[in-house]
Each structure stands twice: as C-alpha cells, then as structure tokens.
C-alpha cells in the first residue's frame, strides 16, 4: 500500500516564492549599493551641494 504525500502543490508554490523572494531582496541589495555608491559621489562633486 502506497502512502500518497499530499501538498505537493503547496511546496512547489513555495519554492517558486522562494526563488521570486531570494531575486527581489538582491535586487534592492545591488541597488541599494549602487545608490550609496552614487551618494558617495555626488558628495564631491558640485551637484552634491546643490541638493543640500
């Protein structure tokens, strides 16, 4: 007698939420580094000052 394990939707959803979740919270990681980098920047430069 086989016991079917049922859910296997669920854990394929949640893989796929998973791997979408994992790409977004990297995405915002590099554009929050290139951000900083590109505050860091404009500190000096003279559009650094004009946005104080």
């Known amino acids: 007698m086989k016991n079917k394990v049922r859910g ?5 959803v949640g893989l796929i ?11 915002a990681i590099v554009f929050s580094a290139v ?10 430069c003279d559009k650094g000052a004009a946005f104080k």
């Open 8 to 12: 296997a939707a669920f854990r394929l």
């Open 17 to 27: 939420l998973g791997i979408i979740a994992t790409s977004v919270g990297v995405t």
């Open 35 to 44: 951000g900083m980098h590109q505050s860091h920047l404009c500190k000096k």
